[in-house]
């Protein structure tokens, strides 16, 4: 009678994962990405590109973003712990300021509403972190890259990344989105401008 229940749970699991899957995929059936690339003319850093197109409402919305952090060498940005292989692998760090340079021109550091279509792509806040870290199937590749505080000190490397949204929140402080290793929640916060974080470029089309 046990092992009986204890089937019957199993397959009912399973139902209700299927069905959950099949309503993530209904959901996004018209949603497509693209790939691609830009050249930043400044210094010929080629990055990856993903172009994201959604239909909403009979019209299609379209948004292309890095699939790389940006690695523009702003005066005063830094690489995480002063070392430059860092830089190569998770880009350089910016305060706020800085980042709203780092974007070459016809780009620009998202809006927190920009990030918000971003992550309803994929389930939205609380499940599309899973998603949009480095090899899965986003395509966004958003590596754990730390950050650097404002006396100099860097943390968090491997562990979580954080971003900016280009939103100054008063006058010293600006939104951040952050992912945590091992979490499929995306966060949202603010923090002092003078913090060094990751950026990413995102361009309108629509």
Known sequence: MKAKFAVAICFLLACVTLVS????????????????????????????????????????ITRTWFAENITFNVPGSKAYNN????????????????????CPEGWHVPTIHEWKHLFHFFGGWHHSGQYLIEGKS???????????NPDG???????HGNWWDNELKDSNSAGIITLKKGDENIYHSKVGDSHYLSCRCVKFHN
Not at 27 to 43: I, W
Not at 83 to 102: D, H, I
Not at 153 to 159: L, M
Request: hydrophobic share 30%; proline share 1%.
């Open 83 to 102: 070392t430059s292989e860092y830089a190569k692998t998770y880009g350089r760090l910016y305060n706020y300021e800085q980042a709203n340079l780092a």
């Open 21 to 60: 899957a099949q309503s993530r995929e209904e959901k996004n059936k018209h949603f497509s990405h693209k790939m691609g690339s830009y050249t930043d003319p400044r210094d010929g850093k080629v990055y990856k590109t993903i172009t994201f197109m959604r239909e909403h409402h009979g019209a299609m």
């Open 153 to 159: 000190t860097f943390q968090g490397i491997g562990v």
């Open 138 to 148: 986003s395509d966004m590749d958003m590596l754990f890259g730390g950050f650097g």
